[in-house]
């Protein structure tokens, strides 16, 4: 994957796919410190420790139409050639977060990619569902919550395209003034 939103996708869709109701990404963007981290959080049905273990091996997966499991192994990998790393942590019946750390300024850290349009590509694919976004970048902090937008939106769904491209460029212009 060229970029890091395509792996907040993939690890997003694998939320959806669990049966999440409530999908966080977090982004902690460091050039002080020299660290990116990445965090994705659900509240899935959660996997065994057996599954969590196996993740790494591409040729596990739960999915039924594909016999290989591509995005964690990948994703670990862009992190762990930074000299960073990746963990996935689960409960069953609780959820299941995954946390990428890179090292920000290591020549093979791939870019960040467009985060806005990422999130706001799965929360229109998946308008039921709340999502929310916190990115901060050396201690400045900007926080996105579709329960919000939504009572502000009132009738108007987070999938109609007038509110996909506001909600993207919104996101888009918080995340560059920080």
């Known amino acids: 994957m060229n970029d890091l ?11 959806v796919s669990a049966g999440a109701t409530h999908i966080s990404l977090s982004i902690e963007d460091s050039l002080k410190n020299d660290y990116l981290k990445i965090s ?23 999915r039924t139409t594909r016999r290989v499991g591509m995005g964690i192994p990948l994703f670990k990998q862009a992190a762990e050639q930074t000299g960073g790393s990746l963990e996935v942590n689960s409960v069953i019946g609780i959820g299941t977060e995954v946390v990428a750390s890179f090292v920000n300024s290591h020549i093979d850290r791939a870019p ?26 050396d201690g400045n902090v900007y926080e996105f919550n579709t329960v919000e937008v939504r009572g502000v939106l009132e009738d108007l769904p987070l999938n109609d395209p007038s509110v996909i491209r506001m909600l993207t460029s919104m996101i888009d212009e918080n995340i560059k003034d920080l």
């Open 112 to 137: 960040l990619g467009d985060v806005a349009n990422s999130f706001i590509l799965m929360v229109s694919a998946n308008p039921n569902i709340d999502f929310e976004l916190k990115y901060d970048k």
């Open 40 to 62: 994705i959080k659900d509240n899935g049905k959660g996997m065994d420790q057996e599954q969590v273990k196996s993740l790494s091996d591409p040729f596990f997966t739960s």
């Open 5 to 15: 939103s395509l792996h907040i996708i993939d690890i997003i869709q694998n939320s």
